[in-house]
């Protein structure tokens, strides 16, 4: 059982907007750790869509956005597009066991 | 562009050593933080430990007393060894790159992965 709280998965049709929560806890997001969110397409390496909460990095569109508030955070991704069905995982850090980096269980989107 | 290339035996035998490298091309490996990162097939991501070039290495407390992390800069290469293997650790095996902003690096933040090398554990 991952430390990060997601859905296992969520849809929407295209030009739709989805959201994607992770819950943490005291020991991570509300620690005021930072959340990283990673796309992985099918069979590919997973691919960094946002960092420290609400950054993008250079070439992830603008339609991916992230926030975050307390011990949880969200992945919003507006104007879905069919390219855009793969899994997402949130990411942070963890202070407790003298500290590690912990993972969300994944969300699949899936593009109806 | 950095880029990461695992590599390692695609089959392990129960209760023997899982050893894999990553090799790190197109850019310097001084002052960073490296990851492995796996994924059992249909499951999710899970970190295994990081190791910084001088030698420094934190891994994941469920994990700690069967993992060694080592780095050879002078090879440009991370090494993982996992000992005492079992089906539980088949797995898609990833090396990450740490984000750096000048001399300061993350201990948590990715931003570069290798493709990953899958390590079936079977007899």
């Known amino acids: 059982q991952s430390i990060l709280t997601q859905p296992p998965s969520v849809s929407g049709a295209p030009g739709q907007r989805v959201t994607i929560s992770c819950t943490g806890s005291s020991s991570n997001i509300g620690a005021d750790f930072d959340v990283q969110w990673y796309q992985q397409l099918p069979g590919a390496a997973p691919r960094l869509l946002i960092y420290g909460n609400t950054n993008r990095p250079s070439g992830v569109p603008d339609r991916f956005s992230g926030s975050k508030s307390d011990t949880s955070a969200s992945l919003a991704i507006t104007g879905l597009q069919a390219e855009d069905e793969a899994d997402y995982y949130c990411q942070s850090y963890d202070h407790s066991l003298s500290g590690h980096v912990v993972f969300g269980g994944g969300t699949k989107l899936t593009v109806l | 562009q950095v880029q990461l290339q695992e590599s390692g035996p695609g089959l392990v035998k129960p209760s023997e050593t899982l050893s894999l490298t990553c090799t790190v091309s197109g850019g310097s490996m001084r002052n960073s933080f490296w990851s492995w990162i796996r994924q059992p097939p249909g499951k999710g991501l899970e970190w295994i430990g990081y190791?910084?070039?001088?030698?420094?290495?934190k891994n994941n407390p469920s994990l700690s007393s069967r993992v060694t992390i080592s780095v050879d800069t002078s090879r440009n290469q991370v090494s993982l060894r996992l000992t005492s293997v079992t089906a539980a650790d088949t797995a898609l095996y990833y090396c990450?790159?740490?984000?750096?902003?000048?001399?300061?690096?993350?201990?948590?933040?990715?931003?570069?992965w290798g493709q990953g090398t899958l390590v079936t554990v079977s007899s």
């Open positions: 990450a790159r740490h984000a750096c902003r000048g001399v300061t690096c993350s201990l948590y933040l990715f931003d570069s």
């Open positions: 190791i910084h070039d001088s030698g420094t290495t």
